[in-house]
Nanobody, 119 residues
Framework: QVQLVESGGGLVQAGGSLRLSCTVS????????MGWHRQAPGKQRELVAR???????FYQEPVKGRFTISRDIAKNTVYLQMNSLAPEDTAVYYC?????????????WGQGTQVTVSS
């Protein structure tokens, strides 16, 4: 069974920084793309950033230049470094990972971690 464990959320003042981590645990799997989504109160969940198995990154426009996604393949971990945080970044952040077990592919979600940015 594959599990995603997230950490790093919290309360920060506007202009501050946080670093989110998401570690994939389990056995007999291969990780493909990894990413972060977020869901603000009353809004739909949206993609924030994504990184491919080869390290190609994608960012949504509102976070470009402020957020950086990276991965440590040896640790099965993806990170989201968030700088210059603003109140509109307040949301629950979810890790999302594409994995392959044998010939089957799965898309797995983390439990979410709250990020709150005060003005």
């Amino acid at each position: 069974q594959v599990q995603l464990v997230e950490s790093g959320g919290g309360l920060v003042q506007a202009g501050g920084s946080l670093r989110l981590s998401c570690t994939v645990s389990g056995s007999m799997f291969r990780i493909d793309a990894m990413g972060w989504h977020r869901q603000a109160p009353g809004k739909q969940r949206e993609l924030v950033a994504r990184i491919s198995s080869t390290g190609i990154t994608f960012y949504q426009e509102p976070v470009k230049g402020r957020f950086t996604i990276s991965r440590d393949i040896a640790k099965n971990t993806v990170y989201l470094q968030m700088n210059s945080l603003a109140p509109e970044d307040t949301a629950v952040y979810y890790c999302n990972v594409d994995i392959q077990i044998a010939t089957l592919k799965y898309n797995v979600w983390g439990q979410g971690t709250q990020v709150t940015v005060s003005s």
